[in-house]
């Protein structure tokens, strides 16, 4: 059927229920801009979770926002048939392109083709066609270009082994920037930084004159060494402070013969903790901490001291005052505040004779003119990327459109469609109609109006180390063993098993064969419920009661006796029983005997009314349910602006899903029935004759019964005919019973 709209002349066609455009040429695809919206059966689609290429549909989401909406998808399609001279390329979804295709008229063509050529070069193949997988690896497209337009430059940017060994260094002290051969290499920023840094690293370290390192290059060693005994020091001189201040107090600022009493008896190594605690030296009273008699524990800090600071500050003296020490301690505070000042530490590691060497060979300016060069080759480069772009989609975005256009892809026999996840094996059933699923609580909320029968599972792969959530729509066969818990394998579209297990069912009709069958199972379920509740209760009854007899079993003195056994009341209550039962009996016979006046034809009858009365509304309903089975909100939940109706319709819907076939075996179960088989038949046979036994003799004369009758009109018609008038109207009464046995 053809419908104009806009200017072209649009091919429609009716799939799945619905009427939808067809797209199946070049040309189609082309003019896709003057298809009006409401005609496209998706209006947005999310990117994750579709079994296309990422690279393709990063390519038509032009903006990066995760969606593909109509207009990308147009501008794609403008972008492709412009770059190729025959648009029908793309309904074949191949993925080798001969050059001569491409079309160099138009400039974007023309760079495309250029790109393509470069392409092949730089892999060193030599052939007039191009592939996807030969632009699957950039890496390798770029590995032998110096300058690829990215604002990267490696060392094999250059020649110069001087601009190399800069390379190297920044790279060491800064960190890389991925270049697209897939070397570390640098950009503007981190040339400007690292130059920087080496001029502010230099002209701190030259400022280091002798009035900063008051002991030259040892300067950091005798600020560590005072640094390691300064508190120590400290507290000695305090404590000596004390002493002065009140004599009688310089035996308790001294350690105490109890102290080391206290751990005389142990082993003293290991009480050096306790030995550090005591002064540095003994409290005398003097103002002067001695060189000898320091603490045993802080003598080896004292020797380090003495030798890289005292006695170069106070050669040949046995002993310093305060202020002696405090004049040695404030000779280091320029220099803790020039190291405090340091500049430029990310180059220090580099040493600083290296530092200034880059300084000194002034290669900053050829750098940056490298990445200059390479910035002015982007065109090209990008080109490179274009191509790469151009083939993906050159191979899928037919494809794409028949998952978003038209849904050809869900409806064609042995082609899955993009948002199927996988394949579902669970119950000895193949389920094919699998979608992933982002939101469980939304997916639920769709689900009652898909009017599909679903399984949601939550799939997990040890080998992948991920887990995901599906649900699975199931078409066909039987579902009384499906239940949440149930163990399954999920197969995705690469091939790899998942462990699934069923978290939720939403229940639907399968079809209408199930449906007729679907009162009689709640019945005998709630059949099966009442009995089992009743028997519960029972049981609970019993138990109650016996345990309270036993519990009761002494009977208190002057309580009641038991009643006498009433036989009038026991008597009437039989009788109400029997009579209940025979009202019952009655009530059977009566439906018995109606049965039995019909013929067999027309007890079949009454058996099928019945049971259509009964399935009947069930069947209908389920039918209409079928008919209008819709995968729209499921993909809806998904994220998808679905714009048109994708029915799974009773034929569809069996396609989705296949059920184990089963062979004949020819041998027997060991565990079977022990019965064996001639006396089922001969049971089969017993029920088939006593059946039309039982109707021969409702219906039709027995051959015995009919040779009695016929005896017995014989014997009336012989009878004298003198008898009496009493005696004469009995045989009357006698031939026509007889006559009508005989009729």
């Known amino acids: 059927m053809k419908k104009n709209s806009s200017s072209y002349d649009w091919k429609f066609c009716t799939i799945g229920g619905v009427t939808r455009v067809m797209i199946n040429s070049g040309q189609d695809i082309a003019h896709l801009g003057e298809l009006d919206k409401k005609l496209w059966t998706v209006l947005s689609c999310p990117v994750d979770g579709l079994e296309i290429d990422p ?85 390798a497209i770029f590995a032998k270009t110096g300058l690829n337009g990215d604002g990267v430059i490696t060392a094999q940017s250059t020649a110069d082994e001087k601009l190399q060994a800069a390379i190297a260094a920044i790279v060491t002290t800064l960190g890389a920037s991925a270049d697209r051969s897939g070397l570390d290499g640098v950009d503007a920023d981190k040339v400007n930084k690292f130059y920087e840094l080496c001029e502010a690293y230099a002209a ?38 004390l002493a002065a201040f009140d004599a009688d107090s310089t035996s308790a600022l001294d350690v105490s013969v109890e102290r080391i009493s206290a751990i005389s008896a142990q082993d003293l190594s290991a009480c050096a903790d306790e030995i550090a605690s005591y002064p540095l030296a003994r409290i005398t009273g003097e103002q002067a901490l001695p060189f000898n008699g320091i603490n045993p524990a802080w003598q080896a800090a004292f020797d380090a001291l003495k030798a890289s600071v005292l006695d170069k500050e106070f050669p040949g003296a046995e002993s310093i005052t305060e202020a002696q020490w405090k004049s040695v301690l404030a000779k280091f505070d320029a220099y803790v505040a020039w190291k405090g000042a340091k500049a430029g530490t990310e180059v220090e590691p580099l040493g600083l004779e290296a530092v200034k060497g880059f300084i000194a060979d002034a290669k900053k300016d050829a750098l940056l003119k490298l990445v200059e060069d390479d910035l002015a080759v982007k065109p090209q480069a990008d080109a490179i990327d ?81 887990t995901m959530n599906i649900v ?23 091939g790899g098993d998942w462990d699934a297990t069923v978290v939720n069912i939403v229940e639907n009709p399968i079809s209408v064969g199930q449906a007729f069958w679907t009162p009689y199972r709640k019945l005998a379920r709630l059949v099966e419920d009442k009995i089992a509740k009743t028997a519960s209760e029972k049981s609970s009854k019993v138990t109650a009661d016996m345990t309270s007899k036993v519990e009761n079993a002494e009977v208190p003195e002057g309580a009641p006796k038991k009643a006498p056994f009433d036989i009038a009341k026991f008597t009437g209550i039989l009788a109400a029983a029997g009579l209940a039962f025979g009202a019952i009996l009655a009530g059977l016979g009566v439906i018995a005997s109606t049965l039995a006046s019909l013929k067999w034809w027309q007890l079949i009858l009454v058996i099928v009314v019945v049971l259509l009365i009964i399935s009947a509304p069930s069947m209908i309903l389920a039918y209409l349910k079928l008919r209008k089975r819709n995968i729209s909100p499921l993909l809806n939940a998904n994220g998808w602006a679905m714009n048109s109706l994708v029915k799974v319709n009773i034929k569809f819907g069996n396609t989705m899903t296949s059920q184990a076939k089963l062979p004949k075996v020819a041998g027997k179960d060991p565990f079977g029935s022990k019965t064996p088989s001639w006396l089922k038949w001969l049971i089969g046979v017993l029920v088939v004759a006593a059946a039309v036994f039982a109707y021969l003799y409702t219906h039709h004369q027995l051959p015995c019964q009919k040779k009695a009758a016929e005896e017995a009109v014989e014997e009336v018609i012989e009878a004298p005919a003198d008898s009496s008038a009493a005696s004469s109207e009995a045989p009357v009464e006698v031939v026509e019973a007889a006559a009508e046995e005989v009729a």
């Open 55 to 139: 690279v393709s549909l990063a390519a038509i989401d032009s903006d990066a926002d995760g969606k593909i909406r109509v207009d990308e998808v147009v501008a794609t399609a403008k972008w492709l048939t412009t770059v190729l001279k025959d648009p029908e390329l793309l309904v074949k979804r191949n993925d080798v392109l001969p050059l001569s295709a491409i079309n160099d008229a138009e400039e974007q063509g023309a760079a495309i083709l250029a790109s393509a050529k470069q392409i092949l070069s730089n892999l060193g193949l030599e052939k007039d066609e191009i592939s996807v997988a030969d632009t699957a690896d950039s890496v």
């Open 204 to 241: 701190w370290s030259d400022a280091a004159t002798s009035d900063i390192l008051p002991y030259g290059a040892d300067t950091e060693a005798a600020l560590a060494a005072c640094e390691a005994i300064k508190a120590k020091v400290a507290d000695y001189f305090m404590r000596c402070k």
């Open 386 to 466: 274009a191509v790469i772009k151009f083939m993906h989609l050159y191979r899928d975005f037919y494809g794409f459109l028949g998952n978003y256009v038209t849904f050809n892809d869900f409806y064609a026999p042995d082609v899955k469609a993009a948002f199927q996840a996988g394949t579902l094996y669970i119950d000895q059933r193949c389920c094919e109609l699998c979608m992933t699923v982002k939101d469980m609580g939304a997916s639920a909320a769709g689900a009652g109006l898909s009017g599909m029968f679903l399984v949601y599972c939550t799939c997990t792969s040890k080998t992948k180390g991920k």
């Open 472 to 494: 699975a729509a199931i078409t066909k066969g039987e579902v009384n063993d499906l239940r949440p818990g149930k163990h399954a394998v999920f197969y995705d579209r690469e």
